[in-house]
């Protein structure tokens, strides 16, 4: 049988792989990308759901316009212009199934074969599949302390011209790194942006998950033209399960995502929509944020304290100030695939860094996650982690 | 800003409108392609929704594996095997967001742009969205009281040879003609197919829903080589707001749709599919079918005595042993648009024929939906409905 040329694209298989392959019991896993479950308000979800099925269950058993929920959809933009400042209408935000979703819509709404995408690097393995999907060519940015350089960005846009279709970003406790753009630099991205005709997707999953008080402005804030997209999701700062996220975008492209989104799936589930509206109106999602911040705060320092306890100084790392995850440096020319096999044989994972790379992979980082290992088990997992570095580092 | 290709295939609306814009209260709707919502077991869901929330809720609010749940793929196998005598494993079924998803997927796996898709004709107009985002040409091939016909499909399995990627049909109680494809069709059209290296995507949401205890087996059931991607969903059968839907594939083909379903959204929710197994495994989605087929079947009855009574004779239509519709046929030359504008008037709708076709639009027929209104009301609307067309007619 023959299959269409995308699916040739499609090699990497380490994000299928993760979800597939569940964790031995065992193991203590650096690896995930999810917030805590100890942490979820299941007793509140549930409240919710029974509510929901009680009060308006038939219509929450039903299709559901393939925009999404009325409702949660004006609670998102109200929550997002008391949040963030910004002016998207009810009208200009759709549900998706998944930030995931809004990653595949874009691919499809803006990616012809062969198109290209300026990706800032190291960056989002499941934006790289869903791009790649729809058979473009990923260019990677660099990025420095600040965010994404504009320097090598502005030499990309201007080289390709254009079959430049889109430029994919985090700005916010960015996946995999945990660095967050200043605002300078978000300001000069988006003047440099507005000279070209290129929408800007700015990927927002963890701009809540701050350790600090204040949040940063998002490249929406900034943006004049319209040209940026933006997605956000509750499956970081609440729960992944219900797969609940949303896209903003001005009229003009809403429309055509509406038409993709129908052509997709119709429309997200009814049932899970009209709950995470329930919860949102009858319980507080911000004192839910701050708390799950501050266990992850905790874990994070523990993780910090103990890297630089048992990590040899010539691996490097930044800690973070929000967010999931801490990147770690290994020395030129060595290789965190293999220092992966050495670890799982001793019971602990992480993410190897090369999967983040859309191309010209590096080889010697590695993600480590916080927000889903125990304070004991950070503790006892870097140790052993530790200990395999510092063999590894040892041999020529 | 410039959109990708497949944008300007999309232009026919008719699905977005149906789904962004809710009906008013006054009218009589008989265009909706939804089982009817006083149907639905809301108490039953409301308790497996609390159970499940209850035993497992960090599993139910964490991510799924991107096949899916598990346990709900082992019970969909042994069901599929007990009703239709399928052989599918559960490692050969994926759960996907409606079965909307799995036909975006199954363009996704087969169709590059320019390709050929054969369509049984009318059909589904979701099937069609879905193929034409993927930059299909779609081929009608036209169908008889039997099923497809096989003639016109050789025809076009040879005249376009190689181009042609999948053969999309739904052999039960079609949307729109309510028809079912005789057994012999079914075995010669698999005896054809079985000569080309050709899928067939097998839309089979409506089989359960017989007025007849007899059900027919699938072309699944046919399928010596392997080429049947059969697609099953509990939207029909018990509710669509979950979003429940399965393909099954064998496991060379399925490897390519879980690498895809996990660059379009991860894995459909959790939550909803640790309840639809708690579901079927602690009460009787068998005697919810029976229930509500046996409501069907009363107000089809009611339907056609209503049509018989209410339509003139140049109106034709075939009374359907299950399934959601019936199929009505104007004189040549007249238009079913024209009429449903003037139904509204009148404050009854209905679905018209021309947004079933993929090429080669009939204008002349239109689908009327009897799941969905209370027997009331079907009197009511086709009387209606029935004056409008004499009045229709009566000009020349």
Redesign the interface.
Same mark, same amino acid.
């Given at each position: 049988? %023959?299959?269409?040329?995308?699916?040739s694209r $499609?090699e990497d #298989?380490s994000?299928?792989d993760a979800? !597939?392959i569940?964790e031995t019991e065992d193991m203590i896993s650096f690896s995930a990308g @999810?917030p805590a479950?100890?942490t979820?308000p299941?007793d509140h979800?549930?409240e919710a759901? *029974?509510r929901v $099925? #009680?009060q308006e &269950?038939? %219509?929450? $058993?039903?299709?559901?316009? @393939?925009?999404g929920y009325k409702k949660l959809r004006e609670i998102i933009a109200g929550r997002m212009a008391e949040k963030f400042k910004t002016t998207y209408t009810s009208d200009e935000i759709i549900i @998706?199934?998944?930030s %995931? %979703?809004g990653l595949?819509m874009s691919g499809?709404?803006? =990616?012809?074969?062969g198109?290209v995408v300026l990706f800032e690097t190291p960056s989002y393995l499941?934006a790289v599949?869903?791009l790649?999907?729809?058979e473009a060519e990923l260019v990677a940015i660099p990025t420095d302390r600040e965010g994404i350089e504009t320097e090598p960005l502005k030499h990309a846009l201007d080289r390709y011209g !254009?079959r430049v #279709?889109m430029v994919y970003v985090i700005p916010d406790f960015q996946n995999p790194t945990g660095r967050s753009w200043s605002d300078a630099r978000r300001r000069h991205f988006m003047e440099l942006m507005s000279h070209y *005709?290129?929408?800007v997707i700015e990927d927002a999953a963890y701009s809540e998950l701050s350790f600090d008080k204040e949040l940063r402005k998002p490249l929406a804030w900034y943006d004049k033209k319209g040209?940026v997209i933006y997605i956000g999701t509750f499956s970081k700062t609440f729960?992944? &399960?219900?797969?609940v996220a949303w896209l903003c975008a001005r009229k003009e492209?809403m429309e #055509?995502y509406? =038409?993709?989104k129908?052509?997709?799936?119709?429309?997200?589930?009814?049932?899970?929509q009209r709950q995470m509206a329930y919860y949102l109106e009858h319980y507080s999602l911000d004192d839910h944020i701050s708390e799950i911040c501050a266990v992850y705060k905790r874990r994070c320092d523990v993780m910090i304290a103990a890297l630089r306890e048992h990590f040899p100084t010539q691996v490097t790392y930044e800690a973070p100030r929000g967010g999931l995850f801490i990147w770690a440096t290994l020395p030129e020319g060595k290789d965190a695939r293999e220092l992966l096999l050495r670890a799982a044989e001793h019971k602990v994972a992480f993410m190897p860094g090369s999967s983040f790379y859309p191309s010209a992979a590096k080889n010697n980082e590695f993600r480590l996650n916080f927000s889903n290992v125990s304070e004991e088990n950070v503790k006892k997992g870097i140790a052993i982690l530790g200990g395999v570095i510092n063999t590894y580092l040892q041999e020529s």
């Open positions: 049988m %023959q299959f269409a040329s995308r699916i $499609l #298989k994000m299928l979800f !597939e569940m @999810t479950p100890d979820y299941i979800i549930a759901f *029974d $099925l #009680k &269950g038939r %219509q929450a $058993l039903s299709y559901c316009p @393939t925009s @998706t199934g998944g %995931q %979703q595949d499809m709404l803006f =990616v012809n074969k198109d499941g599949n869903a790649r999907a729809h !254009e #279709k *005709d290129v929408p040209q729960c992944p &399960g219900l797969r492209i #055509k509406l =038409v993709l129908n052509a997709s799936d119709l429309s997200s589930p009814s049932i899970s």
